[in-house]
């Protein structure tokens, strides 16, 4: 399964989980890092694209932005949020590819599928991701975002909005 099939949202989101039995875990751990705080800068991270974004790729894409920017800050020079929660549930109607399978499965009659994961569903130019910073960490601030748009699908875009000392 490829998450090429299921990047673009096309028909109703699917998100009553409460009538699923075998749902998906979500795999964030955190939607906020760092420490809150008064910040010069707050650098975010938008997409260009209206796409889906599975739950693994925001974890990868959080990781990734916190682990380059602890680095270089610590774990008290920054705080960083996530902006978007995977709400939506995709499912796959698996097909069995052995010899005798046709016996065995109805093809695309009854092609409900089951849960397999979790995604967001991300409107253009929406923000995902925001990264809150003094002046001397802006520049690390923005290397982790463009580190952290490889694991994202879509064409990213990083935007600086200037603060006067105001708190996230």
Known sequence: ?????????????????????????IKIAKFQGGKKGNYDYCVQLLLNEKVQIRHMAIEACRLSANK????????????????????????????IAAAGADRLQEGMRRAWGKAVSLAARVRQGQCIMELYVNTPH???????????????PGTPTIKIIEYGKLSP
């Open 68 to 95: 380059t920017l602890e680095k270089t800050t610590g774990e008290t020079g920054y705080f960083s949020r996530l902006r978007i929660y995977p709400h939506n549930l995709l499912r796959e109607n698996k097909m």
């Open 138 to 152: 802006l520049e690390a601030a923005k290397k982790a975002l463009k580190g952290a748009c490889v694991k994202l």
């Open 1 to 25: 399964m490829h998450g090429a099939n299921y990047r673009d949202g096309t028909g109703q989101p699917f998100t009553r989980k409460k009538y699923i039995k075998g749902k998906p875990q």
